[in-house]
């Protein structure tokens, strides 16, 4: 189990910090580094200000000032290494972040998700598992290492300032503390659009899959043209959203860029005036102007990261809301399971959905060990809802189901899920070979239980396929028909020598052949294990002992299968 | 480079925007280069004049820095506006032509990508490219225009000084960000591919996840996509190594600059030929020039990313169509009478899923189509449909349905298909997209005819209720219900409905079969079943061969 995230005490930005904090050596030296080289600007402005000195007012040779150039050049090598270096560092520090925060999520929601608490569409969450977490590098590459420096390096320079010419210090002193101040200022205000813009960003990801999926079917009711004009229509209202956020957000930049640039204005003007009475020596004159723009650079380049913070922490707020979900009540229990197949029984349990799903009521049900049995009922009567609870998707909100007399809960979930074999309306299957997709639910079975498996399901066409086990297969199954689907996922179902096997709706979308064919199968199945089928499919149905007929969420009756279909033949007469 | 070429002819009607922000991009550097060049001379005067006891007329060039630093100030937002606009803009357009290019490859062509996959490229790649105006296009542009601007200026001051300022601009602007640029190519291919696989495998994770958890498959998958991961931020790390060699290696051409223009113009001065005042002036106007330079270097190495990214979206976008329209189509005949003849299809080269399949469909015959899964009932549908090219005959009203305009024959087409897909949207609009123009009444009765009726009254939120992604937030058969109601809504006068009665129970299916038998009455109809309780409706059973 991967731990939860207490969300009581902390917030994004907070969990990000903390995140961040299990880097600190890396961080520390991108730091380090990048005050180093800093401080060699100062070095190489006094080394430039003074050869122009030397030039100007003291007519000096070209040979006099060789070695101050020389001395430059030098430092400029050692600051070029020192930026490198903090660079690395800075990039360490992410990689190593993004990778765990990645792993921790994933595994958070594979968790989370067969519980059905996320409650989300894939699209979004694949958007954060992906997008969102590369989105987090802003914040440790840029945006810490930037903080540091932003705070060690006007500093510094200001001092060096202070030392030739306390009014231009002054000036700088005092344009420099706005800068932060408004870029916070506005910032507060263009967090919340950011906030929105990333919900759209995501809706509009969901949109444009939703359409392209659906293609087919707008072609066929010649819609794709107007859909066409909707993607347009989307798009332009996703600009305007951009646009209303960013003309806030360049409003932080232009701040930014109208202290720093006037102060630099104003520091000339003020030190030539200084020069003109002849107080000032050009040497410091120039090294103060050389100084100005490299003295406002480092609060730039936070400004600029400020963005690229706000853009992580939109990521960070989507990856925290999904690290801090709710456990899953999932089961927790450690017994071993009882011998036998097992013999089931519901004893009034109840399980509701949100919204309007359906799910069911006091709901008390046998299912006999060894028997098979069928669920049958309308649409939405809770047959499903029945197969999630029986094999520990879902937890009942109250009442029990026992094991052979063991209750549910108590019992271990691995050894539980490892007797189950599942087979659901919409089988899963994802992009590999034929082989890999049957080997998911037992990596380890051999050549021979495969072939058995395969001709157990009536899943025979695999040889007839171009490659044989070895084809590859889209996601979602493509390549195969809905039937083909189907007894594939019979096979794997057979593949899993469990003791309890739920099928749901079987032999939907199979011909009348096949479906004896599965029904045979399904027979050869049910010696020493326990079936539970859902269908009201009259074919399936004589195979079973009894049916179990639901409606709105409640057992009306169970009764044997030829009971079941005089029945329904005799509504039907009437 | 033919990428590059190519978008930008797509995105051609935003022009005005994309010159519109190079052109405030280039002032922006241009008014920055003139303000520290002012600044420079002014300080060197003052400080001769200062010295020397003189008069200097400091009134203009003290306001001139002023009002330079405004205009440079309000230049850069509004370069940052406009830029933008420019891209977002350039996006749009982008994304309505792929989704306009990828409408005839459905399903034909799309299917053969993961599903996963080709929503994947389209969103991150058009996002991605982005790049390709406000971080390749615009800096290169912009930057040369300055930097020939800056280089003419100089020249204008001293050769020697011109020459040693071109060759660190040249390697800066230049060299690096070509060098970088092959660098980046291969783990920036890299990147964009392994970050597809990451999506691709988190997509199968999350909509697997129930079976993957019951198989125990769950930490397998887990396990992969860490490792996928951890080979994408690897690559991502070696993009950012090869982005600070590049930043550091311009620090070094600027400062090696700085130290070149102190020995060239302290030559000049030294012969007469550069007035003292303006050394200072030289130094510091160098060194506001890579400004321009910056953002260049860092435009070359966006360049292979973003070029993989839109090859990705031109080889999807530029797949051959699967069904291509006769140059002159034949006017749409009255009779709605089909005839197939000796039809034969393959979706692999040897293996025919179709082959000499005949079908005579009288105008107003309703025929009820049974075999085998797997027979080519849906391949049937889709040959119908145009969506495939086939061989043999298939005629509408005595006219080959290839001579037809393909959107024209499916306007007389109702299709309830073998998997119809939901949209993320209410039911309203679901069954609303069959039929734009449907009034409450034609809606009333598709949701009666499909059987809906009684279930729509009992949701809280009514026909307005989501279905969810993929129709989930309903269940199968109400799915398919609500897919019929869409093909109902139509009123076309052809109906194909592959299984309609599926996964509803009994009582529902004689209701809808009721329905169907009224519904469809004098309109041609294939129905695709194999529920006995759907063959009343039928004047005609036809049995499909293995």
């Known amino acids: 189990m991967t731990e939860r995230l207490n969300t009581a005490e902390t917030t994004p930005e907070q969990w990000l910090k903390k995140e961040c904090l299990a880097l600190r050596p890396l961080l520390l030296q991108a730091a380090g580094f990048g005050a180093v080289a800093g401080f060699l600007i100062v070095l190489q402005a006094r080394l430039l200000a003074s050869g122009c000195h030397q030039v100007i007012m003291e007519k000096a040779p070209v040979a006099r000032i060789v070695p101050l150039a020389a001395f430059a050049a030098l430092t400029v090598l050692v600051r070029t290494i020192f930026t490198l270096f903090a660079e690395r560092q800075a990039a360490a520090a992410s990689a190593s972040l993004k990778s765990r925060v990645r792993s921790r999520l994933y595994r958070r929601l594979q968790e989370l998700g067969p519980a059905g608490t996320v409650g989300e569409e894939a699209a979004p969450l694949v958007e954060t598992v992906t997008t969102a977490v590369d989105g987090l590098d802003g914040y440790i590459s840029r945006f810490l290492p930037q903080m540091v420096l932003a705070a060690a390096i006007p500093l510094c320079m200001m001092l060096f300032v202070l030392g030739v010419e306390w009014r231009a210090a002054l000036v700088l002193l005092f344009s420099a503390p706005f800068i932060p101040f408004f870029m916070i200022l506005i910032g507060k205000g263009s967090e919340a659009i950011h906030r929105r813009q990333w919900e759209q960003l995501s809706r509009m990801a969901g949109y444009l899959l939703d359409l392209i999926q659906g293609l087919p079917d707008l072609r066929m009711f010649q819609a794709a043209k107007r859909e066409a004009s909707e993607v347009a229509r989307v798009s332009a209202e996703y600009r305007h959203a951009t646009m209303a956020v960013l003309r806030i957000a360049f409003l932080s930049a232009l701040t930014l860029e109208f202290f720093s640039t006037m102060g630099t204005a104003i520091v000339a003007v003020v030190v030539g005036f200084r020069l003109l009475s002849g107080a000032l020596p050009l040497v410091d004159g120039l090294f103060v102007l050389f100084i100005a723009p490299e003295f406002y650079l480092p609060l730039r380049n936070l400004g600029l990261s400020h963005h690229a913070r706000m853009q992580s922490l939109t990521a960070a707020e989507r990856i925290f809301r999904l690290l801090s979900l709710p456990d899953v009540s999932g089961y927790q229990g450690t017994s071993a399971l009882p011998p036998g197949p097992p013999s089931i029984r519901f004893q009034s349990v109840t399980f509701r959905y949100g919204g309007n799903r359906g799910g069911i009521t006091e709901l008390d049900l046998d299912i006999p060990g060894g028997s098979i049995t069928a669920l049958a009922g309308e649409s939405g009567a809770g047959k499903t809802t029945v197969a999630r609870l029986l094999v520990g998707l879902s937890r009942p909100e109250s009442g029990r189901i026992t094991v052979n007399g063991a209750d549910l809960a108590d019992l271990s979930p691995r050894a539980w899920h490892a007797s189950i074999a599942w087979v659901p309306q919409k089988p899963f299957f994802f992009k590999g070979t034929v082989r890999e997709n049957l080997l998911l639910g037992c990596p380890s079975a051999s050549e021979e239980e495969i072939q058995t498996a395969l001709a157990d399901a009536s899943a025979d066409f695999v040889e007839r396929l171009p490659l044989g086990l070895e084809t590859p297969l889209g996601g979602g199954g493509a390549g195969l028909s809905g039937g083909e689907q189907r007894r594939l996922a019979l096979a794997r179902a057979f593949l899993r020598q469990a003791s309890l096997v739920v099928l749901d709706e079987p032999t939907a979308g199979l011909d009348a052949a096949n479906e004896e064919m599965v029904g045979n199968a399904l027979r050869r199945l049910a010696k020493g294990r326990t079936v539970l089928v859902i269908s009201h499919r009259e074919e399936t149905l004589r195979l079973v002992q009894r049916v179990a007929v639901m409606t709105g969420g409640r057992l009306q009756g169970v009764m044997t299968a030829a009971d079941f279909l005089d029945r329904v033949s005799l509504t039907e007469a009437v | ?546």
């Open chain 2, 1 to 546: 480079m033919r990428a590059i070429r190519r978008i930008l002819s797509l995105a051609r009607q935003q022009w005005l925007w994309m010159t519109g922000g190079i052109a405030l991009g280039f002032s922006a550097i241009a008014v920055n280069c003139i303000l520290m060049a002012v600044s420079g001379w002014f300080i060197a005067s003052m400080a001769i004049a200062g010295v020397a006891k003189s008069e200097f007329d400091y009134f203009f060039p003290a306001a001139a820095i002023r009002i330079l630093a405004i205009f440079r100030t309000a230049g850069r937002y509004a370069e940052r506006l406009v830029s933008h606009e420019a891209t977002l803009r350039m996006l749009a357009d982008l994304r309505v032509w792929l989704f306009k290019r990828l409408e005839p490859l459905a399903p034909a062509v799309l299917e053969k990508y993961a599903g996963g996959d080709v929503a994947g490229r389209l969103r991150s790649d058009v996002d991605s490219l982005e790049n390709v105006y406000l971080r390749v296009v615009a800096p290169i542009v912009t930057g040369l225009l300055a930097i020939g601007a800056a280089l003419l200026f100089v020249f204008y001051l001293d050769t020697v000084a011109a020459l040693s300022l071109a060759s660190v601009l040249f390697i800066s602007a230049m060299v690096l960000p070509a060098v970088t640029g092959r660098l980046s190519r291969q783990p920036g291919e890299e990147a964009a591919e392994l970050s597809g696989k990451l999506r691709n495998l988190a997509t199968d994770g999350f909509q697997g996840a129930e079976e993957l958890f019951l198989l125990g498959a769950a930490e397998r998958q887990a396990a992969e996509v860490e490792r996928v991961s951890e080979q994408l931020v690897a690559a991502q790390e070696r993009l950012a190594r090869i982005s600070a060699w590049s930043l550091s290696a311009n620090v070094l051409c600027a400062g090696g600059g700085g130290a070149a223009m102190l020995l060239a113009g302290g030559a000049a001065v030294r012969h007469g030929t550069l007035a003292p005042a303006a050394l200072a002036m030289l130094v510091i106007f160098a060194a506001a020039t890579f400004e321009a330079v910056g953002p260049m270097a860092g435009a070359l190495q966006h360049l292979p990313a973003a070029t993989a990214n839109f090859d990705r979206l031109l080889e999807l976008a530029d797949s051959a169509l699967p069904v291509a329209d006769p140059p002159s189509p034949k006017a749409l005949p009255a009779s709605k009478e089909i005839s197939i003849r000796d039809l034969r299809f393959a979706y692999q080269e040897g293996k025919k899923v179709l082959d000499g399949f005949h079908l005579e469909l009288a105008q107003g015959e309703r025929v009820a189509l049974v075999g085998p899964s797997g027979c080519g009932k849906s391949t049937l549908v889709d040959v119908l449909l145009r969506f495939r090219d086939y061989q043999g005959s298939v005629c509408l009203g005595g006219v080959e349905v290839r001579d037809l305009a393909a959107d024209e024959l499916r306007r007389e087409m109702a299709v309830l298909p073998q998997r119809p897909h939901l949209f993320n949207t209410t039911i309203r609009e679901n069954i609303l997209a069959g039929n734009r123009e449907a009034d409450a009444a034609q809606l009333e009765r598709a949701l009666e005819d499909a059987g809906l009726s009684n279930w729509v009254a009992g949701l809280p939120a009514g026909l307005d209720t989501p279905v969810g992604e993929g129709g989930g937030e309903v269940s199968g058969g109400e799915g398919r219900r609500i897919a019929l109601a869409r093909a109902l809504i139509k009123d076309a006068p052809i109906l194909i409905l592959d299984e309609p009665t599926e996964g509803m129970d009994a009582a529902t299916e004689r209701l809808v079969v009721a329905r169907l038998a009224e519904r469809t009455a004098g309109k041609t109809v294939l129905i695709v079943t194999h529920r006995p309780a759907c063959l009343p409706l039928a004047d005609r059973v036809v049995r499909m061969p293995a």
